[in-house]
């Protein structure tokens, strides 16, 4: 009996298993680490019980020097580097480039004997300077050369549009061969008009002025419109070349061509000459006409 009320009064004993402390849920020391710590405690960290915390030591070395021009040269061979700069300036306008265009090569139809005329002009050279020549000329078809033009030219680019040019001219006719100087601006004016002013002094001392402007009016992406013209003065009358002084004679042209390729293009259009003045009067007085009409078809190309 007394055992019986000795189980009553005292509380039962734990299992044996869980007489042994279970430290899993103690608190030490007041922080308890995440679980990526335990797994991976970091070198710079000391123990926490150790009341400091080891700092890692900073690594010393050398800085490279600053450039002084190209950031590249303080990591890559600077001499490497200058011939890459080179090669870059000279594949973005620095390269050697030319071109020959020959913009009318045409027969035409007129009323009186038929006649062929050629125009065109070449240059090689970068973006600022170049070699570059003209030419154009004339004659009857079946008969002898009429007249014809060569120049040579030294041209530079005096901003994006306009090029200066200099050089030197040679004109073929009938027995009145003659050399000039040429100054002049060849380029772009406003609205994409293709301009051209040249002044020539020959070695007889007579000056002319020349003045010419086309403009390409794009109908589709392949069929052109150009209406263009040219005005010649001179300064003095000159008698053996038929010219008197003042605006000699003027040009007017529309040609309509169609492009199968940028390279080249067939046209037809139509070509008005009218000499006037001083000119005119020379003209009719040795029996040539002062004007002139004519059906043109011809071909336009470059490369």
Do not use: C
Request: hydrophobic share 40%; glycine share 10%; charged share 25%.
């Amino acid at each position: 009996m007394k055992y019986a009320l000795a189980a009553l009064l005292l509380p039962a004993a734990p299992p044996a298993h869980a007489q042994q402390m279970d430290h899993s849920h103690m608190h030490h020391g007041g922080m308890e680490q995440p679980p990526e710590a335990k797994d991976n405690p970091s070198p710079d960290i000391a123990d926490p019980h150790a009341g400091h915390l080891a700092v890692p030591a900073t690594p010393k070395g050398t800085a490279p020097p600053p450039p002084s021009d190209h950031a590249a040269d303080a990591y890559y061979n600077p001499a490497e580097m200058a011939r890459a700069r080179a090669a870059m300036r000279r594949e973005n306008g620095g390269m050697t480039f030319s071109q020959l265009m020959l913009d009318r090569l045409e027969y035409r139809l007129g009323q009186g004997a038929d006649a062929y005329h050629w125009q065109g002009e070449g240059w090689i050279g970068g973006d600022i300077n170049r070699l570059a020549f003209k030419t154009e000329g004339e004659g009857e078809v079946g008969g002898r050369l009429e007249e014809a033009e060569v120049q040579a030219l030294y041209s530079r680019a005096i901003d994006p549009w306009i090029n200066l040019e200099a050089g030197l001219r040679h004109d073929f006719r009938r027995g009145q061969d003659r050399s000039y100087a040429v100054i002049g601006i060849d380029g772009l004016a406003p609205y994409w008009f293709e301009v051209g002013a040249q002044a020539f002094l020959s070695a007889k001392g007579d000056a002319h002025l020349r003045l010419e402007a086309n403009y390409d009016q794009r109908i589709t992406q392949r069929l052109i419109l150009q209406p263009a013209a040219e005005l010649n003065f001179a300064a003095q009358d000159v008698p053996e070349l038929g010219l008197g002084s003042g605006l000699s004679d003027v040009e007017l042209g529309l040609r309509l061509r169609y492009e199968f390729a940028r390279e080249f293009a067939p046209y037809i259009g139509v070509d008005w000459e009218r000499k006037l003045g001083k000119t005119a009067r020379i003209a009719r007085a040795g029996s040539d006409d002062a004007s002139a009409a004519s059906l043109v078809m011809g071909i336009r190309f470059w490369f």
